[in-house]
């Protein structure tokens, strides 16, 4: 398969040259020595030559650099795919380890990759920062706003956050980011698992025997099933032996005979408003604050009683902010699976973060290990400015991503058309 081949002079010769250099290695060695460039280039056309007598594949931090100087020629296309990205239900998170992987002449001068993902776990912006501060995201948040209103879209409805949601007096962190969205009707709304991943402060560890209980309490307190979605799971599972099942009650149905991950896709989740909430919370902790806290050696689950309140009286804060908001859709039917010859809903939960941070979690392993400083050369200017060629891993990665992701969408739109 030949090179692609662009309109633009400088990167046509980039392109033929990596083309050219890699010719008469791996296909024609009996060629005559090609013309040298210059640069990077001319170093590894003298390689080339000697390869001729012994046969052997080009480096991997070679093949790495020619890959991506190939790419330089796409960042357009990814940047144009990202652009057109956009989305009702938002979320915000931040990470380091994505940084951590780049080097080169961008190494130490970005520490953060903070992104926004949509509902459909696509990627709608990301940017590089020095520090997790206004300041530095507030670029990128006017960007965006700036963005949907262009392409006339409608402002999101809910946009999740790990941090920056309630503040005693005045505008908090992130209403001062998206005040315009916020003044035309979009919420902020906390992550739940974030607001119960809080309270392992006030735990003494992990380990203990009563941390399960405590945090299955909490997911409890804050979260209720869909009666009608149990009961539609409960008439599948029983389907496959009424008989035998005739003498068991829905409660140990659920128990026995249903998994986690069932009860995570076919029954959808609400939240319980925040007086619910409050008792639910407050009895567990007084409670475990007992000995029904303790674990066999009599070591309570808790660091301190004064440890626990001091955590749940913060906490108490963000009770109303992490409700779900009346009237919106917080799940999507992404198919319709059969359990013993019922159907049943296979849900796709919109709230919260975890689609993002699962995200952020891949993408370390999308980024080679080293990025390619060499890029800075001046024989190679389709590599672009010093900023371009630092995000370019990233915005190869998040393109990518979204495509796949869209991909995946045609195919389960597709899948319903041929099912109706
Ligand atoms: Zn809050």
């Known amino acids: 398969m030949g090179p692609s081949f662009s309109t633009d002079s400088s990167q046509v010769s980039t392109k033929l040259t990596i083309w050219e250099s890699s010719l008469p290695m791996l296909v024609n060695h009996s060629a005559e020595p090609l013309p040298s460039p210059d640069g990077f280039f001319t170093t590894y056309n003298k390689e080339a030559t000697h390869f001729r007598l012994h046969l052997q594949l080009p480096s991997a931090r070679l093949l790495r650099h020619a890959f991506l100087l190939a790419e330089a020629n796409n960042v357009r296309d990814n940047r144009g795919q990202i652009l057109s990205t956009f989305g009702t239900v938002l979320k915000m998170?931040?990470?380091?380890?994505?940084?951590?992987?780049?080097?080169?002449?961008?190494?130490?001068?970005?520490?953060?990759?903070?992104?926004?993902?949509?509902?459909?776990?696509?990627?709608?912006?990301?940017?590089?920062?020095?520090?997790?501060?206004?300041?530095?995201?507030?670029?990128?948040?006017?960007?965006?706003?700036?963005?949907?209103?262009?392409?006339?879209?409608?402002?999101?409805?809910?946009?999740?956050?790990?941090?920056?949601?309630?503040?005693?007096?005045g505008p908090t962190a992130v209403e001062t980011l998206f005040w315009s969205w916020v003044d035309s009707g979009t919420v902020v709304r906390l992550d739940i698992f974030h607001w119960i991943h809080r309270f392992d402060a006030a735990v003494r560890t992990e380990s203990h025997s009563k941390y399960a209980v405590f945090k299955s309490a909490l997911a409890g307190a804050v979260l209720a099933y869909n009666r009608a979605d149990l009961e539609l799971l409960i008439k599948a599972v029983r389907a496959k032996d009424p008989t035998a099942l005739n003498a068991v009650t829905d409660e140990d149905v659920v128990r026995l005979f249903i998994s986690r991950e069932q009860l995570k896709r076919h029954v959808r989740r609400v939240t319980q408003g925040a007086q619910v909430m409050f008792r639910l919370t407050d009895l567990a902790i007084e409670e475990l604050k007992g000995p029904a806290g303790l674990?066999?050696?009599?070591?309570?689950?808790?660091?301190?009683?004064?440890?626990?309140?001091?955590?749940?009286?913060?906490?108490?804060?963000?009770?109303?902010?992490?409700q779900d908001p009346p009237d919106i859709n917080m799940y999507r039917v992404a198919r319709t699976t059969t359990i013993n010859k019922v159907h049943v809903p296979y849900y796709k939960c919109l709230r919260g973060n975890n689609s993002l941070e699962g995200f952020h979690k891949a993408l370390p392993n999308m980024i080679p290990e080293s990025t390619p400083h060499r890029l800075s050369?001046?024989?190679?200017?389709?590599?672009?400015?010093?900023?371009?060629?630092?995000?370019?891993?990233?915005?190869?990665?998040?393109?990518?991503?979204?495509?796949?992701?869209?991909?995946?969408?045609?195919?389960?739109?597709s899948f319903l058309l041929r099912t109706l």
């Open 93 to 169: 998170d931040s990470t380091k380890k994505v940084v951590k992987k780049l080097s080169g002449e961008g190494h130490c001068s970005a520490e953060w990759l903070t992104s926004i993902g949509n509902e459909y776990s696509q990627i709608v912006t990301f940017v590089l920062t020095c520090e997790e501060s206004t300041e530095k995201l507030e670029p990128m948040c006017r960007g965006v706003m700036e963005r949907f209103r262009l392409a006339n879209q409608p402002v999101p409805s809910i946009l999740y956050v790990d941090r920056g949601c309630c503040r005693a007096q």
């Open 295 to 322: 674990d066999k050696s009599g070591v309570s689950l808790f660091k301190t009683p004064a440890a626990i309140d001091e955590m749940w009286a913060a906490q108490q804060r963000h009770l109303e902010c992490i």
């Open 377 to 413: 050369t001046a024989s190679t200017p389709a590599a672009g400015s010093c900023s371009e060629r630092l995000l370019m891993s990233p915005l190869m990665s998040c393109s990518g991503w979204n495509t796949c992701l869209a991909r995946v969408q045609e195919n389960r739109a």
